[in-house]
Each structure stands twice: as C-alpha cells, then as structure tokens.
C-alpha cells in the first residue's frame, strides 16, 4: 500500500511539475511582435500580421477641424484644401491614439477616402493627401509603414471636406 501511495505521489508531483513548467501560450503571443511585410520603393505595406491575442483599436472616419472658424461655412479658407484636411485628420488620429496610450506607430492599417477638390480640376488630390501621410509615416520620428488603402470617392458627407481617414492600431 506504501508503494502505491509513493508512486501516486511521485506521478502527481511530475505532473505538477510539467504543469508549473510548461510555457503560458497568451504570454507568448502577447510577446509576440505585430510583423509588417515590406513592399520594396513604396511608402506603404504589403501587408500586417497582427498576432493572436493582441487587442486592435478601431478608429472610425475622422476629419478635419475647422483651420479658421472665422471663415463663412462653404468657405474653402474654413477647413484648407486637401493637404490642410489630411494634416488636420492625422493630428486628431494622433490625439484619439495618446487618449488610448497609443501613437502612430502602433498604427498598422488605414482606409483612406479623398472627395473631389473644386480647385484640382474637380478632382480628388492624392498628392495633397500622399505629402501629409509622408510626414507622418516612414520618417525618422516614426518609420513605420501600414497597410493602405486610398480611395476616391464622389463627396464625403460634407461636402467642404475632402479627406476621411479610418485607422486600426494595435495595443502594445
């Protein structure tokens, strides 16, 4: 009976032990890097694996502020042109980030809508929205790249701003 109860005793212990040893799966996934696949001469990825176990943050369509309220509504002057706009939405994408404890470089996909502008031959101004994104992304202060998509759409909802902009980021 001593026998039993010993061998019972040392098979529970080894399973303890195995338990106690054994590595914690979430722990690992939370170490686990968000990976971001290149896409060689362009300032946008390919594409993002965000590990299982990471928490997203999902922003919705965020605008621009008005840049001179002063300024008659419909004036151009009251929310800037294209570039304006984009500076504009990506300092409240900034903003929204640092009130989750995020920045930009925890941003891995945006969704990027730019309306027709009146004074580039009515169309939209990718260029305008392109310089603005080039200061935020894939600079010495964030060289970080996301996965972009960047569609030309008839009108926003208002139609005095040209630019909205959807982000996901992930939480460190």
Not at 119 to 139: C, L, M, R, S, V
Not at 146 to 169: C, H, M, Q, W
């Amino acid at each position: 009976m001593r026998l039993k109860l010993l061998i019972s005793s040392v098979i529970v212990a080894f399973f303890c032990l195995t338990a106690c040893e054994a590595p914690d799966n979430n722990q690992e996934q939370q170490k686990e890097e968000v990976a971001r696949f290149e896409r060689e001469s362009s300032s946008i990825l390919k594409g993002v694996k965000v590990p299982e176990g990471k928490s997203l943050y999902l922003a919705s369509g965020i605008v621009a502020t008005e840049k001179d309220s002063s300024k008659p509504v419909g004036d151009r002057g009251r929310f800037g042109d294209t570039y304006d706009q984009s500076v504009s939405a990506l300092k409240r994408i900034e903003s929204y980030l640092s009130e989750e404890g995020l920045s930009l470089k925890d941003v891995v996909s945006m969704k990027v809508y730019v309306a027709p502008d009146p004074e580039n031959d009515g169309k939209p101004d990718f260029q305008a929205w392109f310089k603005a994104y080039g200061e935020y992304f894939g600079t010495d202060n964030n060289p970080n790249k996301v996965a972009r998509s960047t569609i030309g759409v008839y009108t926003l909802v208002d139609p005095n701003k040209f630019i909205e902009i959807e982000v996901r980021a992930v939480y460190p």
